[in-house]
């Protein structure tokens, strides 16, 4: 046998794993198509969020609250060894009392949870860290190394297109980026999976100054809704306070025909700022039947909203979208209807005035047009005219995988599935967790 445990996927779900597996005897290998670890996570800005309803699920992943804030502090001081900042992006109790409350008002829940951000400059070198770290403890890397195929004989084939490797365990932890990969590999390895539920939504950007008052006391400020039109759920999501709106890593994009086409993602510097901040308000859709299929959904909504920009991200100005009018570029930056308040940190040339409702379906627009009313209602002046919706956002953590308890081994003995990928977390704190749990799991069958 080459390796005890082979880890497809170097992000933070595969970072934990070989961490938590450092501590034992094993032999570990983290194989990871790209020329750097750290995954999604290193090209993030690093917002961590420290809540169990937040980047995980407590009844998707079956453990105890206790248990997901025991990693959770693990995480936390593992983050903070390697060189995260310190300081908390909470203020005080008494303001985010007086927004819970103002929330509640409007039955939207206003998630507090401790609250770290490392920052677009210093999450690769934290990461870096990590991985130097892990060397140290025997645990090996083989980089820019995709991992075509994956089999099953008795122990498990690991192929690239150099060389099969022969390993015990699997975890896979291939990300967002890896999810239809991985989903493939499941249907030749018979592992049980099924659609889930997808976010689709957009990316907003508003003045910092309106936003100013929350994020000043909660960094990345998260608001739960349900809305009254559908009954769907609604969140915030990624919010960077005076930061940038930006395309999702190229690993990321949809293919279609010739095209490559990125979801729009925001991300915040420590040191350098803008004057406006950013965040997407996803839009959670879970089908049954007739048509089951949140991927090919995800995929169309992709799709749709770069037709209606041109091959580009569309971006339309919340003053437009509520009095049914495409933005234009004549008039989007015009100061009669208030426009210039916000300039777009996404380069106009990068972009395509539009129209939503051309892009995503009803659904996901009345969802969005619901939710930024009752926001304003919270937060002043987030249905200002000049408000931007960048489109598409759209994530695809939509294929659940069945896993035996909370162990992530899924009906096939010894793989292990984790992360985003597997529709197991949402962002760095639920997946680092994720992979704890994989890891975890390995060492209690010894
Ligand atoms: C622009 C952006 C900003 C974000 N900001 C935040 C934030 O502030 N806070 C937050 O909590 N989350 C944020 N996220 C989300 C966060 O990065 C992810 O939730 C997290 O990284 C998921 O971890 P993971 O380990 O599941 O997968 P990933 O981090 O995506 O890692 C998966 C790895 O697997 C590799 N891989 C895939 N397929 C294969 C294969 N076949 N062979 C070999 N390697 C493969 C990929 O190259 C990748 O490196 C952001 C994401 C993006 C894109």
Redesign the pocket.
């Known amino acids: 046998m080459e390796y005890d445990v082979v880890i497809?996927?170097?992000?933070?779900?595969?970072l934990f794993a070989a961490d938590r597996l450092a501590k034992e005897d094993y032999n570990v290998l983290v194989?990871?198509?790209?020329r750097s670890a750290g995954?999604?996570?290193t090209?993030?800005?690093?917002?961590?969020?420290y809540h169990p309803k937040v980047?995980m699920d407590l009844d998707e992943l079956k453990i105890s609250e206790k248990r997901a804030r025991m990693f959770m502090d693990y995480i936390d001081d593992k983050f903070l060894e390697y060189g995260a900042d310190p300081s908390v992006g909470n203020g005080d109790k008494a303001s985010l009392d007086k927004i819970i409350e103002r929330s509640s008002e409007y039955n939207v829940d206003f998630i507090v949870g401790k609250q770290r951000h490392m920052g677009t400059d210093n999450t690769p070198k934290i990461i870096r860290k990590f991985k130097e770290d892990l060397e140290s403890k025997g645990i090996e890397f083989k980089l820019g190394?995709?991992?075509d195929s994956i089999s099953k004989d008795g122990n498990i084939y690991v192929k690239t297109d150099a060389e099969t490797i022969e390993c015990k365990y699997l975890i896979m932890?291939?990300?967002?980026?890896?999810a239809y990969?991985m989903r493939d590999q499941a249907e030749k390895l018979d592992i049980k999976h099924k659609w889930g539920a997808i976010d689709v939504g957009v990316r907003v950007e508003l003045a910092a100054s309106t936003f100013d008052p929350i994020t000043d006391v909660s960094y990345d400020a998260k608001f739960h809704y349900n809305t009254l039109c559908h009954g769907d759920k609604v969140r915030t999501f990624?919010v960077n306070p005076h930061g940038f709106v930006?395309a999702?890593?190229k690993?990321?994009a949809i293919e279609y025909r010739d095209r490559s086409l990125r979801p729009v993602?925001g991300?915040s510097f420590k040191r350098k700022k803008s004057d406006n901040t950013n965040f997407a308000i996803l839009s959670t859709i879970t089908m049954t039947e007739p048509y089951a299929d949140t991927t090919e959904l995800g995929r169309n909504m992709v799709v749709s909203a770069y037709r209606a920009g041109g091959w580009k991200p569309l971006v339309q100005r919340w003053g437009d979208l509520k009095r049914g009018s495409r933005s234009k570029i004549e008039t989007f930056l015009d100061p009669h209807r208030g426009f210039d308040r916000v300039i777009p940190t996404m380069s106009l040339d990068k972009i395509t005035p539009g129209d939503l409702n051309l892009a995503y379906y009803g659904r996901f627009v009345d969802n969005i047009k619901e939710f930024i009313e009752v926001l304003d209602n919270i937060v002043p002046g987030t249905a200002h005219p000049s408000t931007l919706l960048y489109a598409p956002e759209v994530k695809f953590y939509d294929t659940k995988y069945a896993t035996i308890g909370s162990t992530l081994e899924t009906n096939v003995e010894n793989i292990f599935v984790?992360?985003?990928?597997a529709g197991k977390?949402?962002?760095?704190?639920g997946?680092g967790l994720t992979g704890i749990l994989a890891a975890e799991s390995i060492i209690n069958k010894k």
Do not use: Y
């Open positions: 497809v996927g170097s992000g933070p779900a595969g194989i990871d198509e790209r995954g999604s996570g090209l993030t800005d690093g917002k961590l969020v980047t190394t995709k991992v932890g291939p990300g967002r980026s890896g990969w990624c930006t999702e890593p690993q990321n993602n991300h984790t992360g985003d990928g977390s949402r962002g760095i704190v997946a």
